[in-house]
């Protein structure tokens, strides 16, 4: 006789919401649609901010609640902004120079942003729209929150969800109070959470050695991201402690994805020896597919410490994006590569919950 699968626990009764499955904040292709996609099924839809400037993120997320009335996570980016050094500003028009030649080469003409022209907000202001509007759950990536910013968001009465990559990150949010964690593996697509380094080195944990670990060091309820990409995988985080189950690169094909055509084109045609991690385009470690631009870049001198790089390089991905120009933009992805449905993001998850309840009763 089957047991059928009980998706309610921690997470859900956390979270208010059916699933414990999480729809990925993905800053650039998750859109407003996919948001109201995953929380009209009883999913989370979590609303990427980035490092939006204060009034963005308030556009946005009305936007968002124009579309559905379901409460939906917001996502931000919880990295200090690094003084201007001499060092970096000589650095910075070097590698402003070496990039622009660089398209040149490739028929893309851009001039990008000279340093001083650099939009550079910290997250404090987007924790404060945040309290404004009211939003209730809120998940950060690249660092952890301050205490004061903590302490605003938790008596507006906010749920917080903290990204680690390590044993150590995760010690640290639970320690400052964060409610739940996003354990964060390695084949995860996109950039990685790492905060807790001495040097510049990324903690490289694969998933399983992650999660069975992190499950051990702490009490707080956890959300595994990295490779779940149908019943199986999920099924193997929930046996290694995970309660909740962050999905991203299952829904970059799909009908809500901003990613245009020929981005998802290459997805469908990837190789897995295509898949790297690479500091090129923002001075953080990110997954994505290997280009003309990564391979130009990568192990050059010719890559500023984040946020400066990726804030250099906007403008060049988006003339790349307008252009269908595949050498220079970022794609995103994780090491799981599956058929990159386009189907709705609604369609896509429901079907990964339909396939693992029938597996878990297999
Ligand atoms: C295109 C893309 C953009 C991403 N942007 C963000 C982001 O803005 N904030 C964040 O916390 N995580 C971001 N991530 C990481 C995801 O939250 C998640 O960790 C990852 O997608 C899980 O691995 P998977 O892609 O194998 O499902 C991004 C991932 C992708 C693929």
């Not at 989370?44 to 009034?55: F, I, M, N, V």
């Not at 790492?194 to 080195?201: L, Q």
């Not at 995103?332 to 993001?345: A, E, K, R, V, Y």
């Not at 998850?349 to 878990?360: D, F, G, Q, S």
Request: charged share 20%; hydrophobic share 40%.
């Amino acid at each position: 006789m089957s047991t059928p699968m009980n998706w309610k626990n921690i997470i859900t009764q956390q979270l208010n919401i059916e699933y414990p499955i999480i729809q990925a904040p993905m800053f650039g292709t998750a859109t407003p649609e996919m948001v109201t996609a995953a929380t009209s099924i009883g999913c989370l839809g979590a609303l990427p901010l980035g490092d939006l400037p204060a009034e963005k993120c308030i556009e946005i997320i009305r936007a968002t609640r124009q579309l559905s009335n379901r409460p939906f996570a917001v996502n931000i980016f919880a990295n200090e902004i690094p003084v201007i050094t001499e060092d970096i500003r000589t650095k910075y028009t070097q590698t402003k120079q070496f990039i622009e030649d660089l398209a040149r080469q490739h028929h893309l003409i851009v001039t990008l942003p000279t340093i001083d022209e650099l939009p550079l907000n910290g997250y404090q202001e987007q924790v404060d729209a945040i309290v404004a509007e009211e939003c209730k759950v809120v998940s950060f990536t690249f660092g952890n929150l301050d205490e004061q910013s903590i302490q605003k968001l938790k008596s507006n009465g906010t749920i917080l969800i903290g990204t680690c990559t390590s044993v150590k990150e995760a010690t640290i949010l639970e320690q400052s109070g964060i409610d739940i964690l996003c354990v964060q593996g390695f084949e995860a697509g996109g950039h990685r959470g790492s905060f807790a380094t001495a040097d510049d080195n990324s903690p490289m944990i694969g998933g399983l050695a992650l999660l069975a670990q992190v499950h051990e060091a702490v009490s707080i309820p956890i959300i595994y991201a990295g490779g779940i990409y149908n019943a199986k995988t999920l099924l193997a985080a929930n046996t290694l402690g995970a309660q909740g189950f962050q999905i991203g690169s299952l829904l970059l094909g799909s009908a809500e994805s901003a990613l245009k055509a020929f981005e998802k084109e290459k997805l469908r045609h990837v190789k897995e020896e295509e898949i790297v991690l690479t500091k090129s385009f923002s001075g953080r470690y990110a997954r994505g597919i290997k280009n003309a631009f990564i391979e130009a870049v990568d192990h050059t001198d010719y890559i500023l410490p984040f946020p400066f790089q990726s804030k250099l390089t906007v403008e060049l991905r988006k003339a790349a994006k307008a252009n269908n120009n595949i050498d220079f933009v970022s794609i995103w992805m994780g090491q799981s590569i599956h058929p990159f449905s386009g189907l709705s993001t609604a369609e896509i998850l429901k079907a990964l919950i339909a396939a693992t309840e029938k597996e878990y009763n297999r």
